[in-house]
């Protein structure tokens, strides 16, 4: 926050000071209020996710671009924090763009969805469209296997 605001050059302890509050807020928006002097590598991957979406609000972000947000994740763990996402993204109205592999996230989070392969856009279009689509099926729903079974 300091560097983004261009005060970097201040005594320390004066950071502590002038941006307790605001961190504070953005811990409890994020659902990590309690943890306030823990370090961020002592907590839970899906916490460190939190964390990383609570700097991205502190830069005043309206995008926020998440690769794999849910990567290495368990169940229980990918649904918090997807929530947290959604919940985020609604109350702050930011515009999320992100890349995941697993259907069920894009699905439950996407208004628009973009199908790539090998490099190219394959399709476009609502969740429901796209799980629809035939070639999505055959290539990333496994249509096609299912077929042949």
């Known amino acids: 926050m300091l560097a983004h605001r261009g005060l970097t050059v201040r005594p320390w302890g004066v950071a502590d000071r002038m941006f307790r509050d605001e961190a504070m807020t953005l811990l409890e928006a994020v659902g990590l209020g309690r943890y306030p002097d823990l370090p961020a590598g002592q907590l839970s991957h899906g ?9 991205s609000l502190a830069l005043g972000s309206r995008l926020v671009l998440l690769d794999e947000p849910t990567a290495g994740m368990s169940t229980f763990e990918t649904q918090k924090a997807m929530e947290l996402v959604r919940r985020i993204a609604t109350e702050r109205k930011l515009t999320l763009l992100f890349c995941e592999h697993d259907m069920e996230v894009v699905f439950g989070t996407a208004r628009t969805v973009t199908v790539m392969h090998m490099g190219r856009i394959l399709t476009e279009g609502s969740p429901q469209e796209v799980a629809h689509d035939a070639a999505v099926r055959s290539i990333y729903l496994g249509a096609s296997h299912e077929a042949n079974a």
């Open 47 to 55: 916490d460190q996710r939190a964390i990383e979406i609570a700097i």
